[in-house]
């Protein structure tokens, strides 16, 4: 099954950029759209942005404009390059395949946490 380690969270203050990453494996990466998901306290996880091939993207609105979403085929390498962060930003990020109907529960990956503070 795929595996999915994320790093580069961090706390900031608002209007700050993050840049995430995630390594994936146990899958043909090039061949699968890959996502962002984030999942704030209390509140459902949600998708962020969503990436088909180099160059292929779709993002939520609250981040269209702020984020741009990318991918590495050659380094099994997907990344989020977070600018202009706000507070509601805050949660942790996780990356996972984009068609949710695909993933097992125990793919997801332990995440990494995105904290901005106004």
């Known amino acids: 099954q795929v595996q999915l380690v994320e790093s580069g969270g961090g706390s900031v203050q608002a209007g700050e950029s993050l840049r995430l990453s995630c390594l994936v494996s146990?899958?043909?990466?090039?061949?699968?759209?890959m996502a962002w998901y984030r999942q704030a306290p209390q509140k459902n996880r949600e998708l962020v942005a969503g990436?088909?091939?180099?160059?292929?993207?779709t993002y939520a609105a609250s981040v269209n404009g702020r984020f741009t979403i990318s991918r590495d085929n050659s380094k099994n390498r997907l990344w989020l390059q977070m600018t202009n962060l706000k507070p509601e930003d805050t949660a942790v990020y996780y990356c996972?395949?984009?068609?949710?109907?695909?993933?097992?529960?125990?793919?997801w990956g332990q995440g990494t946490q995105v904290t901005v503070s106004a």
């Open positions: 146990g899958i043909e990466f090039s061949s699968n759209p």
């Open positions: 996972n395949l984009l068609d949710v109907g695909a993933i097992w529960d125990d793919s």
């Open positions: 990436i088909s091939h180099p160059g292929s993207a």
